[in-house]
């Protein structure tokens, strides 16, 4: 970086001519001194440089303003500049800015510095940075902030960017609505030109417009869907977008507030509602009839919540049908089951549930000066226009978008067994052949019977069927007796351990305050009667049994009501049954085992809570043993058998509920799910393999966020070789 100091009078004349002289070549030094001296103050300067380096230049330039001026050792090459007028100090200065730029150069000012640099760094290295007007011009980099009052950002980054030199930037600050534009000050001058020109309202200050003899609710999408075709966008498009019309309706006052671009707009959508709010026809006895199509709530049941309400100030009848309550969680049977009014059960198990519709039919709610046709999901409403205007308020108020939870249960069972044993048997038989008496002594403990029967067991055994002996180690003696082998001794030695590690984890969808019933398991028989008549001299004749067949498994029955405070109160039923191996050739059925939960929590949003759970640790130990001769040490563990079995259970059941407000939240969560059992899907594909045909598992689609869900179709089938 060169260093151009501010000279004293004499030395400023001597660097101008010198200059000159250097660069023109066919100039005296008197020339050059005539040519570029610095004057007195207010007075006039002519510059005449032709092929002149920059750095000398620069430094006559410095001269004339009195400030220091510092080139870039990057800044190379050879300039032309003159003036065939005398200008003042500060067009000499511009006119030497303009020519840098012509360059690829600039000046950048920092701290009251004036540095030379390239373009492309002038961005990084100026230091005057300003807000609001852009005071300054000519062809000097500066950096600018705009600050937006009406506009945003984002939309004007786009347009303006084409605008700004390519070496130059444009960036947006959504957080304070703020543009930050680095550029040359002439060209930042045109930009906030037209940032003023772009940066104004939207729309007219909200107009307010009362209806007489309509009501504001059905009027409001009409002249909506009017004020959108007539400034031809899409209809349903967001008005400050499209700078269009934006109306809405005031169910409390019966008015619209209707927002416009200009006052033209405004003054044809006045005129479409002042000739549609014009009296109807008179009605009947019973005043107009009007149809209102609800978008969420349900008819049957919203037509009698209005005659109630209504009926209940004096002005109505609250008669009618009252079809279409939901039962809520009903009482404990004897059998630590939920009743039919929890889900509508029947006692002859699922196979009912899976025969009869989801939901039965409603009848069309009648009756009353409110009704309700299920099948348009559409109330009707015969009463005057002050009393529908004041049904339609409260309609608007119930018709809305009801949240839903996602409930995630985790049911946690770890069971640990373990088991020993220890014992030694023995037959003994004192005496020969040809002896008319015998002794016979021995041992013969119940302790091994569950597990490798006893010793006299398996002698008795062994002439039909051979020795069978039990689990673990056994250690016998066998002797012969009239020709065939018996146990004489046995000696067994046992320890085994078990464990069992089941995670499960339900999870189902509740809309607010309505229930919902997960199951998962099977559907097993059970014998509930039979019938044999053995009257006959034939025998038997036309047996039968009576079967129920009865879901056992996993069962989870939730009704949520969320809170303004992101609490949800839950009402829980939870079971988690099973048929214990071995009962299921029973004469009386199977046997099964069953833990249940049925409670009221209140958990925050997104939180996990434990409901309830079993924590046991049993243990158990046995002996059998002959007196007196088992206390004998060491020799006495030949005279007793023993057992020892400790069991431990863990039991945990835990939930978490999510509340799910808009679609978007839904969808977060569907698509969190979606890829995850896609993952699953993928990192299970089969081996590849040559010799078998099938290489490929089904694979879920793929779906992108942001996008509409597209239909799940089957996998393409497999051509088998």
Request: aromatic share 4%; glycine share 10%; with cysteine.
């Amino acid at each position: 970086m060169t260093l151009c100091p501010r000279p004293s009078a004499p030395r400023r004349v001597l660097a101008a001519a010198l200059a000159g002289t250097l660069v023109l070549g066919h100039l005296t030094p008197l020339q050059a001194q005539q040519t570029s001296r610095r004057p007195a103050a207010n007075a006039k300067v002519t510059v005449n440089f032709v092929n002149a380096d920059i750095e000398a230049v620069s430094r006559a330039m410095a001269a004339i303003i009195k400030r220091q001026i510092l080139v870039d050792p990057r800044v190379r090459g050879q300039m032309t500049l003159y003036s065939e007028q005398p200008l003042s100090e500060r067009e000499a200065f511009l006119n030497y800015l303009s020519v840098l730029r012509g360059l690829g150069f600039t000046v950048v000012d920092v701290a009251g510095l004036l540095k030379v640099v390239p373009e492309a760094e002038a961005k990084l290295q100026t230091g005057t940075v300003s807000v609001g007007n852009v005071v300054r011009n000519g062809d000097q980099i500066l950096t600018q902030v705009f600050p937006l009052k009406h506009e945003n950002v984002n939309n004007l980054v786009t347009v303006l960017r084409p605008l700004i030199t390519p070496n130059n930037t444009i960036n947006a600050n959504p957080g304070n609505n703020t543009l930050v534009i680095t550029d040359y000050a002439d060209n930042l001058q045109r930009l906030a030109r037209i940032i003023a020109a772009l940066d104004t309202p939207a729309s007219t200050d909200v107009e307010v417009i009362p209806v007489k003899h309509g009501s504001a609710s059905d009027l409001a999408p009409m002249v909506q869907r009017f004020a959108d075709s007539s400034a031809g966008g899409t209809p349903g498009a967001p008005a400050a977008m499209a700078g269009g019309v934006s109306v809405m309706a005031d169910p409390r006052t019966n008015s619209l507030l209707v927002r416009a671009p200009n006052a033209a707009r405004l003054a044809v959508v006045r005129n479409v509602i002042d000739k549609l709010d014009r009296p109807g026809p008179a009605g009947g006895p019973a005043g107009n009839i009007y149809v209102v199509y609800l978008k969420n709530a349900d008819a049957t049941r919203l037509a009698t919540v209005l005659r109630s309400a209504y009926g209940a100030g004096g002005g109505g009848s609250a008669g009618g049908n009252t079809g279409g309550t939901s039962p809520g969680l009903g009482a404990t049977t004897a059998s630590g089951g939920v009743s039919a009014g929890l889900g509508g059960q029947s006692a002859g198990g699922a196979s009912t549930q899976s025969t009869s519709p989801v939901s039965a039919s409603a009848s069309p709610s009648t009756g009353g000066f409110v009704q309700a046709d299920p099948a348009t999901n559409a109330l009707i409403i015969t009463a005057p226009e002050p009393v529908y205007r004041q049904l339609r308020a409260v309609i608007d108020q119930l018709d809305a978008r009801r949240a839903q939870v996602y409930v995630e249960s985790m049911i946690v069972k770890m069971d640990a067994n373990q088991a020993a044993e220890f014992g030694f048997q023995w037959q003994g038989l004192l005496g020969k052949n040809g002896d008319r008496y015998g002794v016979v002594a021995g041992t013969n403990y119940s302790a091994n019977s569950g597990a490798g029967s006893n010793l006299v067991t398996l002698s008795t055994s062994n002439a039909t069927t051979g020795i069978s002996l039990g689990a673990g180690l056994n250690v016998g003696l066998i002797q012969a007796i009239n020709g065939v082998y018996t146990l004489g001794a046995l000696a067994r030695f046992l320890e085994s351990s078990t464990g069992a590690n089941i995670l499960s984890t339900p999870n189902l969808v509740a809309l607010d305050n309505e229930e919902a019933k997960i199951v998962i398991g099977q559907n097993v028989p059970f014998i509930t009667g039979s019938f044999t008549n053995t009257g006959s001299n034939n025998g038997s004749a036309n047996p039968f049994q009576t079967i129920e067949r009865k879901d056992v498994g996993l069962t989870l029955r939730i009704k949520p009501q969320i809170g303004e405070n992101g609490t949800v109160r839950m009402q829980i039923y939870q079971e988690n049954s099973s048929v214990i191996a071995g009962t299921t050739s029973s004469s009386a059925g199977p046997s099964t085992e069953k833990s249940s939960i049925e409670t009221s929590v209140v958990v925050d949003d997104g939180q996990i809570m434990v409901l309830g759970g079993l924590l046991k640790d049993e243990y158990t130990d046995g002996e059998d043993r002959v007196p007196g001769l088992a206390s004998i040490p060491v020799f006495g563990n030949l005279f007793k058998a023993q057992n020892r079995k400790r069991i431990k259970t863990n039991l945990l059941v835990f939930l978490r509920p999510v509340v799910m407000r808009t679609q978007e939240d839904a969808n977060a969560l569907t698509l969190d799910r979606y890829d995850m059992i896609r993952a699953r899907q993928q990192d299970g594909q089969p081996k590849p393999s040559s010799v078998l045909g099938i290489n490929e598992a089904p694979v879920l689609p793929e779906q992108r966020r942001g996008e509409r869900a597209t239909p799940l179709s089957p996998p393409a089938p497999t051509q088998g070789r």
